[in-house]
């Protein structure tokens, strides 16, 4: 058997990586906590600071341990998010992850590996703090998220 393919930021270059300034995107950041107060104009904006990339299933999107280099949204298909093997939760399109690493800078907690032909919008992280520094009111959302998440993982039983 062999071993998944670990992409990741690195390839944004590649043939697989397109502007992300379409409406799908724009409307799928507008169900995103953090962006839900934004405008139009400034979720079409947000967009365009990203870019689209396409895994396979398999794919390592992220590695635990690497550096956080972009806030990825799930435009199609599906991930697993899992720390030592153990899946802690499966995400689906509108839904996210790598918001810890883009806030705080430190290495990735946990693997998300893509468990079906899937397509992420991703947000570098030096966009996401500008877009912080320049819309401050979705710090209050983004903090909700993350608390929601630490006390959902605190509450989880220990592996």
């Known amino acids: 058997m062999q071993a998944p393919k670990s992409v990741g930021l690195n390839r944004l270059g590649g043939p697989e990586v397109v502007m992300a300034g379409d409406s799908e995107a724009v409307s799928l950041i507008a169900g995103v906590p953090f962006f839900q107060d934004l405008n139009e104009k400034t979720r079409k904006a947000v967009v365009e600071e990203g870019k689209e990339t396409s895994y396979a299933s398999g794919d390592v999107i992220l590695g635990e341990k690497g550096l956080g280099v972009g806030f990825y949204l799930v435009l199609d298909g599906k991930v697993e998010v899992r720390?030592?093997?153990?899946?802690?939760?499966?995400?689906?399109?509108?839904?996210?992850?790598g918001e810890m690493s883009v806030i705080d800078g430190q290495p990735r907690s946990a693997d998300v590996v893509a468990i079906a032909q899937t397509r992420c919008w991703v947000l570098p992280s030096?966009?996401?703090a500008g877009l912080i520094k320049a819309h401050p009111e979705v710090a209050i959302p983004m903090?909700?998220?993350?608390v929601k998440r630490l006390r959902t993982a605190q509450s989880s039983p220990a592996s």
């Open 143 to 146: 903090l909700k998220e993350l």
């Open 126 to 128: 030096w966009s996401f």
């Open 83 to 97: 720390k030592s093997g153990k899946v802690l939760a499966t995400l689906n399109k509108g839904e996210f992850f």
